[in-house]
């Protein structure tokens, strides 16, 4: 599978952004996909997770209730709705495919990363 997001772009703090990763391949259902992002000078962290049959999600603490993930399998896509954003969440998101959440929630080998999107959100 073949990933590309986009979406990102420059906010005030408190507005919101979706960003969406569309993937090639007839398998995008097979997978679970995940978001993560890097801020300068930090380590990638996880963001958000979510299962093939988008039934189950999972979110880091940092963005519980304020970012949402969902996907469109019929049209290949997985969805990060960021809602509150905070000058905190700025960085380069990136979305990816594993083969199960646990994989992607504990940052274990993932089968394709995007190439990432810039959110920049000013205070």
């Known amino acids: 599978v073949q990933l590309q997001a986009s979406g990102g772009g420059l906010v005030q703090a408190g507005g919101s952004l979706r960003l969406s990763c569309a993937a090639s391949?007839?398998?995008?259902?097979?997978?679970?996909m995940g978001w993560f992002r890097q801020a300068p000078g930090k380590e990638r962290e996880f963001v958000a997770g979510?299962?093939?049959?988008?039934?189950?999600?999972y979110y880091a603490d940092s963005v519980k209730g304020r970012f949402t993930t969902s996907r469109d399998n019929a049209k290949n896509t997985v969805y990060l709705q960021m809602n509150s954003l905070k000058p905190e969440d700025t960085a380069v998101y990136y979305c990816?495919?594993?083969?199960?959440?646990?994989?992607?929630?504990?940052?274990?080998?993932?089968?394709?990363w995007g190439q990432g999107t810039q959110v920049t959100v000013s205070s």
């Open positions: 391949g007839r398998t995008f259902s097979n997978y679970a």
């Open positions: 979510i299962i093939g049959s988008g039934l189950s999600t």
């Open positions: 990816a495919a594993g083969r199960n959440l646990h994989t992607i929630v504990v940052g274990g080998a993932l089968d394709a």
